[in-house]
């Protein structure tokens, strides 16, 4: 597979696709701005100092920085920009280790919920902030074992001469080796089939502790039911996007014009779409969280007194929440 500036030639065909940068410049600017106003609520308040937001901030920031190369590498491949392809596998490396970590914090927020609802009375001794930087710690480590193998491997196998040669930066040149390739995809799979099962598990427990709760307790169990079932449709959405480089190496041989519609159609669905699912799943659904972010958002301008229904910025912030 040969991934060179010629492989874009035809400037003409890519002029008909130059209505697409602009639509995903337009939706990249706003998640961007909405993660940042998030992470920005979170740095500002000591209230969303536990693991369930310290996890959700870790998700904002991973899901923000994979946008953004994302978007940054479409561009390159859309506008026909050639990068030397020792960055081109560095870029490559840390977007296969962000898509990686994101899918795997998801995983952990998931078993978040089932602690805090199915064994409240441990959750405080488990949720200390000690455990929860073990956490992040093991979620980096955890991510990072495949890409660099890849990258060493690729690297490796890699000509001296084409080492200093220049390419359009895209995830497939990394996956010509071909036991390489069948290895990550391999991986991958395994990966996904045990968190799949790992995230059901989490929620038929808490669905059984939902059927058995009080009904004053059934209402926060119900709401970390739909919380779990979103990281769910979260997490499938995420390891997707995994295995589109493998779909689009195939179409990048077959038609260059039609690789391009396939990428959009991706970084769409797979990169767009599971970004933003949380924001929803914390930024909207949780009460606490969603006052102080409309508080932000508006720089103050709501009545610094009254937030909502007569409580103060403070009063608000302190509201136990369960999702």
Sequence with gaps: MNLTVNNLSDTSSLKALSEKPLIVQVVVGILMYVNGLMIFTFLKKETFRDTRYILFAQTLFVDSALMLLAYITL???FFQYPLQIIPCCIICTIMSWLSLCSPITLVAMCLERYVAICLPLRHASISTPKNT???LLIIWSVSFVLPLF???????????GDMFSYVICSGEIMLQVKWLADMRAATLQLL???????IVSTYIKIMIAARSASSENKKSTNKGLKTVLLHGIQLLLCMAQLITPYIEMYFWKLDVMLFLHVRYSNFILF????RCLSPLVYGLRDKKFYNALRYY??????????IRDGKTLKDVLSIPIHN
């Design 75 to 77: 561009m390159w491949i």
């Design 297 to 306: 958002a508006f720089c103050g301008i709501c009545n610094q007194q009254k």
């Design 150 to 160: 890849i990258l060493i491997v690729y690297f490796a196998y890699l000509p001296p």
């Design 133 to 135: 930087f073990i956490g």
């Design 192 to 198: 996904f089939i045990m968190m799949l099962c790992f």
């Design 271 to 274: 990169v767009i779409l599971p």
